[in-house]
């Protein structure tokens, strides 16, 4: 099973993968501010993927601020562009 995750910058959106379920690797780092655009070059980079996920950069409290929705957005979208399953992923406490 191949996963690749997405971290979604302001500038720059990394992409990774993990095939094994234990190590991931880097695959590439995408710099484009325009979302539309974003969102095709990220939905062709993930096509071959079996599962994406998204990072979800909650407050340690839990709460969601305006990026975690920007993020939850993207999710949405990339899930309907790509059409694979998206899961967000907790980014606290995480380097």
């Known amino acids: 099973m191949l996963i690749m995750a997405v971290d979604l910058g302001k500038a720059r959106t990394g992409i990774a993968a993990c095939d094994n379920g234990f190590l991931a690797y880097p695959v590439t780092v995408i710099s484009e501010?325009?979302?539309e655009v974003l969102l095709e070059k990220v939905s062709e980079e993930v096509k071959k993927a079996d599962l994406i996920v998204v990072g979800l950069p909650?407050?340690?409290d839990g709460t969601e601020g305006p990026r975690a929705e920007l993020c939850r957005s993207f999710g949405e979208k990339l899930s309907q562009a790509s059409g694979l399953s998206v899961h967000m992923w907790d980014e606290r406490r995480t380097t």
């Open 33 to 35: 501010k325009r979302k």
């Open 58 to 60: 909650k407050n340690m």
